[in-house]
């Protein structure tokens, strides 16, 4: 029998050649890490179920953001942890609250660094859910002035990016039209588009101490089975004024990332979320696979599947490892 012409092994021959023939990139300036910020003066409190992060004080926030930006990550994203919660989640939106104190602080001492600042109830209220809550269910419509009273906030303290995370109809809008008339046209919105009812969060909500107090999210965050129904958000969005769009989670819906960026062309970032993160180092510290690697793996698999820019929790972890020998 006549060998093939062509044998696809020649150009997987040599790291060189790997590098040279590769077609998806992956740099530290294309991922945002999360951190959440808590009251305190030196905070630095470990969460459990997300080995290698802690909630940390404004201080602390300021000298992780240091750290990342000398590793070339290309922004933070910042949870507030606040003081006490109320029924409308208040300090949210309070000038003096934790987010908007990091906010200045970064911006003070990380200039070059992105700063984004999410926008959502759920962590500042008592009952958890990510809106006002009437006769025990969210009301989408009073909800909206207090977000987008939120994102006011934030972009005065510093904010580069405005994400809003809590998926009520109509809140880009209001977010966008609140942004213009406070002066401040130029601040992007990213807005969670795509954003599913999954069980992927719960080390976050451990994190953020966010987790609902009766009920669900699923009233308004997506159906997992939908995928057609994110294309409708997203486009609802964009009319609406939203600059980049986000599919949360990442892993499960890959497909989702690939559609929303062949259909709209627009930027588009994924949240690669806290459950993603936690079986990764779960099965890295049991040695069931190789942490590093695997982060790395799945990383360039989002990207590959369209994003531009990866919400991560690894960022911290595999920035070092970008651009380097092959592992």
Known sequence: MT???????????????????????????????????????????????????????????????????????GGVILFGIPKSKDATGSEAYAEDGVVPRALRAIKESVPELLLWADVCLCEYTDHGHCGVVVDGRVDNDRTLPLLARAAVTYARAGADLIAPSDMMDGRVGRIRGALDEAGLTD?????????????????????????????????????????????????????????????????????????????????????????????????????????????LEVLTAIRRAGADVILTYHAKEVAPLLGGEER
């Open 3 to 73: 060998f093939p012409t062509t044998r696809m092994r020649r150009l997987r021959a040599t790291p060189a050649l790997r590098a040279m023939t590769r077609e998806t990139a992956l740099e530290p300036a294309d991922l945002v890490a999360p951190l959440f910020v808590a009251h305190g003066d030196t905070a630095r409190r470990p969460i459990a179920s997300m080995p290698g992060h802690a909630q940390l004080s404004v201080a602390e926030t300021v000298r992780e953001a240091k750290t990342l930006a000398a590793m070339g990550v």
């Open 187 to 295: 601040t992007p919105i990213v807005a969670y588009s795509a954003k599913y009812a999954s069980a992927f969060y719960g080390p976050f909500r451990e994190a953020a101490e966010s987790a609902p107090q009766f009920g669900d999210r699923r009233g308004y965050q997506m159906d997992p089975a939908n995928g057609d129904e994110a294309l409708r958000e997203v486009a609802l969005d964009l009319d609406e004024g939203a600059d980049m769009v986000m599919v949360k989670p990442a892993l499960p819906y890959l497909d989702v990332i690939r559609r929303v960026k062949d259909r709209f062309g627009v930027p588009v970032a994924a949240y690669n979320v806290s459950g993603e993160y936690s079986m990764i180092r779960a099965a890295a510290e049991r040695g069931w696979l190789d942490g590093d690697r695997a982060a």
